[in-house]
């Protein structure tokens, strides 16, 4: 299956300077009577920036992708696209901006390349035009195959790769993707990896919500956590994995066998907290310095707790997510 490679995707008529800023979120706030969903936020976003946003269901994700997109009115704020302003009667920006939903709608009677036809052809695009973008982006996302078959016939992995093909078909500046891995097999995933990685390099700005955060760790630049409707953190990949390490940290620890009431023989032990027993399987936190964590476990020993093995967890995007204590919302 070939790899995706755009380099030579069709260009736009205006290409922003690079690392100029393409997408401003100023104070956005979308209120749905007493419920905030989404929160006075605020950020920017260069070009080349891929923000990973991360959070549980209902912390208001989806929603601020909406308003990004304009799919979405704003109870409050701005959002502005290339420094124009996002608003219904601003036609403009609607090109340069495409956005991808968890279950991207579609026209099923019709063939893959019929309803890319009717997108194209909607943006105003000259035919020609139209008929190349989609053989090629029909490549990018491996279903040059599937130009002839019915939309219905299709899994749900391919309607989620023709969802992002629709979505690319402008050639937008500013692309917006919910959940859009959440149908694809491994292999596809690993694909479409490399192509968010190929656009991001280009110069787009993406954002992508994700629950797979072992994915985002591998192409963003940037990660946002949200509950409530509020960002409770956002930086470099780097400085959200490192950040509220502090002086502890959480441990793996894995056992012989299970072990009945671990959980109360942990909890006698001075600055242990955290703890979580799977089977064979143990996780707490503790005190990052070396030799405390060496007394730890020669004390775990001599409780005849049976360790099979002992390592400070690796910081990363989940370690970071569990810090925050954020739970999921029902």
């Known amino acids: 299956m070939a790899q995706p490679q755009v380099e030579s995707q069709p260009q736009s008529r205006s290409e922003p300077p690079a690392r100029s800023v393409l997408l401003s979120v100023e104070k956005v706030r979308v209120q749905f009577g007493k419920l905030v969903a989404v929160r ?18 209902g912390a208001g994700k989806t929603t601020l992708l909406r308003a990004i997109a304009g799919l979405q009115a704003v109870t409050s704020g701005r959002v502005r696209v290339m420094g124009e302003e996002v608003r219904p009667d601003n036609r403009w920006f609607k090109r340069h901006v495409g956005f991808t939903a968890d279950t991207p709608s579609v026209y099923e009677e019709l063939t893959v390349r019929e309803f890319l036809e009717f997108v194209g052809l909607g943006y105003g695009l000259p035919r020609e035009e139209v008929n190349s973008r989609i053989d090629f982006w029909l490549q990018q996302v491996w279903l040059d195959n599937k130009a002839g078959e ?16 629709r ?4 050639n937008p500046h500013v692309i917006l993707l919910d959940e859009p891995a959440a149908g694809l097999d491994p292999a596809g995933r690993v ?6 990685c190929s656009l991001r390099d280009q ?7 994700s629950h797979i955060l072992a994915d985002l760790n591998e192409y963003c630049t940037h990660i946002a956590i949200m509950a409530h409707g509020s960002i409770v953190q956002m930086g470099t990949v780097a400085q959200v994995a490192e950040s509220g390490n502090g002086d502890r940290c959480r441990y793996t620890i894995g056992l012989v066998r299970p072990v009945a009431g671990l959980t109360d023989t942990l909890s006698e032990v001075a ?8 089977r064979d399987r143990l996780v707490l936190e503790y005190s990052t310095d070396r030799a405390r964590a060496a ?3 020669a004390e775990l020993i001599q409780r005849g707790v049976p360790v099979a093995s002992f390592a400070p967890n690796t910081p990363g995007l989940e370690e970071a997510y569990l810090r925050t204590g954020i739970r999921q919302v029902d």
């Open 295 to 297: 007394a730890l476990l």
């Open 150 to 165: 019915k939309i219905k016939t299709l899994s749900r992995g391919m309607r989620q790769r023709i969802g992002i093909a």
């Open 40 to 57: 006075d936020l605020s950020f920017e976003l260069r070009a080349g920036d891929l923000l990973g946003l991360i959070g549980p269901n």
């Open 271 to 278: 600055g242990v907290s955290g703890v979580q027993v799977d």
């Open 191 to 196: 694909q479409f990896r490399q192509l968010l």
């Open 203 to 209: 110069g787009k700005v993406l954002i992508v919500s």
């Open 167 to 170: 979505t690319l078909m402008p």
